[in-house]
Nanobody
Framework: QVQLQESGPGLVKPSQSLSLTCTVSGGSITRFYYYWSWIRQPPGKGLEWMGTIGWRGGTFYSPALKSRTSISRDTSKNQFTLQLTSVTPEDTAVYYC?????????????????WGQGTQVTVSS
């Protein structure tokens, strides 16, 4: 059974960078046709797709966040990582990693095959 686990700091200061890692177990992130995504949910708001890295390593980003977002992977550790620069309090959210055959802003949670438990990130001085 494929499982995803997010890890990273729970508190980040404004203007700093946020780095989160998703560790995948029970399946490879190089699995054919699979995409691995970062999604967040700010308090009181809906899910926001941030970006995706594909099985071949290609990356895709939300236009709204593209200038501040970078996703990379370490296939030897079966992990993929989110970097978000210049954070503000508006970046406070629960951050999730997810995997599936599709990706993008129009997907609901149910359309992903795999979903992490989420990690709370608060941006505050």
């Amino acid at each position: 059974q494929v499982q995803l686990q997010e890890s990273g700091p729970g508190l980040v200061k404004p203007s700093q960078s946020l780095s989160l890692t998703c560790t995948v177990s029970g399946g490879s992130i190089t699995r054919f046709y699979y995409y691995w995504s970062w999604i967040r949910q700010p308090p009181g708001k809906g899910l926001e797709w941030m970006g995706t890295i594909g099985w071949r390593g290609g990356t895709f980003y939300s236009p709204a966040l593209k200038s501040r977002t970078s996703i990379s992977r370490d296939t030897s550790k079966n992990q993929f990582t989110l970097q978000l620069t210049s954070v503000t309090p508006e970046d406070t959210a629960v951050y999730y990693c997810a995997g599936g055959l599709r990706y993008g802003s129009r997907l609901s949670r149910a359309e992903y095959d795999y979903w992490g438990q989420g990690t709370q990130v608060t941006v505050s001085s």
